[in-house]
Nanobody, 118 residues
Framework: VQLQASGGGLVQPGGSLRLSCAAS????????MGWYRQAPGKQREPVAH???????NLADSVKGRFTISRDNAKNTVYLQMNSLKPEDTAVYYC?????????????WGQGTQVTVSS
């Protein structure tokens, strides 16, 4: 299973970006798909996730600005980021997990850099 993250870049404060996480198989096979980010010198933190039933959750720091969604036909999960702030600067990673019995099998995509700067 591979997760391919893309869409990062340099954007000015107040701008927007859309990140994509393309899976090598149907995203229905995942119980959980989410986005995490890691800023320099900080721990990786959750940003948003979507579960198989479609429910979503966002970190308080991005509520009202970010949206997570999925396109089942394209096996892709998106993170729409609006009103970006310098503190959103980080490497963003997508994560997928599958529940197998009592275990969660976790997959990570490579990171995509988001830089918010004027």
């Amino acid at each position: 299973v591979q997760l391919q993250a893309s869409g990062g870049g340099l954007v000015q404060p107040g701008g927007s970006l859309r990140l994509s996480c393309a899976a090598s198989e149907s995203i229905f096979s995942f119980d959980f798909m989410g986005w995490y980010r890691q800023a320099p010198g900080k721990q990786r933190e959750p940003v948003a996730h979507i579960i198989s039933g479609g429910s979503t959750n966002l970190a308080d720091s991005v509520k009202g600005r970010f949206t997570i969604s999925r396109d089942n036909a394209k096996n892709t999960v998106y993170l729409q980021m609006n009103s970006l702030k310098p503190e959103d600067t980080a490497v963003y990673y997508c994560k997928g997990s599958k529940r197998l019995g009592y275990q969660d099998i976790v997959y990570w995509g490579q990171g995509t850099q988001v830089t918010v700067s004027s």
